[in-house]
């Protein structure tokens, strides 16, 4: 049960954006820019970064979430799978391999980002501005887990769930919905 009254209707991080409409907008636009913005990483990339920082940081709404969106993006269920499994051994670039290890090592703590890293980085083609996003995605995922989990927020149990909200993660983005989320109340 959360801390806090929020819409029942609304787990996870989406209750919270709506109980606070005005600081929910920047975030929103902070995660559409990075996540869904331009970029030479592709969305389901920039989808995986956000899932191995939610994964490592056991927060289970937002590494299940941003799984299926994932998932969604990429066409596929392996990859995230593989990723959270072993990420030597994923199917993924040598390039993403690296700004995945980056992004695991901002989930530690952000000193904790080597000099190699970023070098083996470089090395595998990764530029200076998906390093520098790989870092702020990995940093804001982090601020989401801790407040979902900070908060209690509803954490759904279907599988269903998730791949709804992938869908709407894939069709939407991270914008509020025009029409808001009342229709969500079933």
Known sequence: MPYISLEHHLPGITG????????AAPIRELTQTLLRGPSTLTEGERELI???????NECTF???AHTAAANILL???DTCAKVKEDINSAPVSDKM???????VQVQQ?????????VKKAKANGATDLEIHDTVLIAALFCLYNRYVDGLTTVTPTEPTFYTALGKRLKDHGYNRLPQGY????N
């Open 16 to 23: 919270l954006l709506e109980y606070r409409k005005d600081s």
């Open 50 to 56: 956000a899932t191995i920082v939610s994964y490592r």
């Open 62 to 64: 937002c590494t299940t």
């Open 75 to 77: 066409g596929e269920d």
């Open 97 to 103: 391999k690296a700004l995945l290890a980056i992004a």
């Open 109 to 117: 703590g952000g000193k904790n980002v080597t000099t190699d890293a």
């Open 182 to 185: 009342e229709h969500l109340n």
